[in-house]
């Protein structure tokens, strides 16, 4: 159930409890009383209101990932670029840091005319 559909029926749930505090208040089906329907409609209010915190939470952390990610992207490549300039853009250690070598690249045309 969605939290809209969860405050909906506890709106429900008080509407019905200020109707019975009118007519009867001490009306009960078995273990279900007014005071019951009222605990039942404040947890679900409560979940819903941790739910919400929760959820403001989870979109503050998944920003401050993409932010990492975002900042250990650009190391990465500043750090491969490094490799390149340090060692050459043909070199056993530009492939190990990741890179296709000059040597072993290719056209798209070439690519193409092999297959």
Do not use: H
Request: glycine share 4%; proline share 3%; net charge positive.
């Amino acid at each position: 159930m969605s939290n809209i559909e969860s405050l909906r029926l506890a709106d429900e749930c008080d509407t019905l409890v200020l109707l019975l505090q009118e007519i009867n208040p001490t009306l009960n089906a078995g273990k279900v009383n007014v005071k019951k329907l009222i605990e039942q409609s404040t947890a679900v209010r409560q979940s819903v209101l941790s739910i919400n915190d929760m959820n403001s939470r989870l979109v503050s952390q998944r920003a401050k990932r993409d932010d990492n990610d975002a900042a250990l992207q650009s190391s990465l490549i500043s750090m491969r670029d490094m490799v390149r300039t340090e060692y050459g853009a043909d070199s056993p250690e530009y492939e190990r840091a990741g890179r296709t070598p000059l040597s072993k690249r290719g056209r798209a045309s070439a690519r193409a005319a092999k297959n």
